[in-house]
């Protein structure tokens, strides 16, 4: 049989603490420092829930609501302009686009959101309430006057109407925004 012999690793691959294990322990420590740092980060904001109510006038759920849109858009600012304008739209088929609009105007000042997160925002507000008869008071308003006039138009009718037109037309304009620079 034949012995064959390996050179012996050095450095901080061997583990040796006085070429390098404490090095390797340094950097190690570096990263695990990192890694926390910026896991905390995301609940820094947290525990000042209360601070940014109090000192904005907002409800708690509003002031989570702030936190959650500036988080977000700090970590993917293009996801969080669509993802707003498509919430917006359809929250004003849910509540209406006057609450709406005045709920997302104040999250999106106390978030101190970029422009393009206010011009997705504005987008589903205005584009949203065309989707159903619901979304707006002035459709509802319209609708009565078109009913004086001995024009009826139906509650599905609009929606089926409203599913054919609002999504591209919500869709085209969020991608307009996305082409504009910042």
């Not at 006085?18 to 890694?35: D, Q, T, Y």
């Not at 065309?130 to 707006?136: A, I, P, Q, Y």
């Not at 919500?170 to 925004?177: D, E, I, K, S, V």
Request: hydrophobic share 55%; net charge positive; proline share 6%.
């Amino acid at each position: 049989m034949t012995e064959t012999r390996t050179a012996p690793r050095s450095g901080a691959a061997s583990g040796d603490p006085a070429l390098g294990g404490r090095s390797l322990r340094l950097v190690m420590l570096v990263l695990a420092f990192a890694c926390g740092a910026s896991v905390a980060n995301l609940y820094y904001a947290q525990p000042l829930l209360g601070l940014i109510r109090q000192s904005f006038g907002l409800s708690s759920g509003t002031a989570a609501l702030a936190v959650t849109l500036r988080q977000a858009e700090i970590a993917a600012p293009q996801s969080t302009s669509w993802g707003a304008g498509i919430l917006a739209a359809v929250a004003t088929n849910l509540l209406n686009n006057l609450p709406v609009g005045l709920i997302a105007a104040t999250i999106g000042q106390a978030a101190q959101v970029p422009l393009h997160v206010t011009g997705a925002i504005l987008i589903g507000v205005d584009l949203g309430p065309n989707l159903s008869v619901t979304g707006s008071l002035a459709t509802i308003l319209w609708l009565i006057v078109l009913r004086r006039e001995g024009e009826h138009v139906g509650a599905m009718q609009f929606l089926k109407l409203g599913i054919a037109v609002m999504p591209p037309a919500l869709l085209l304009a969020l991608a307009a925004l996305s082409i504009v620079p910042p």
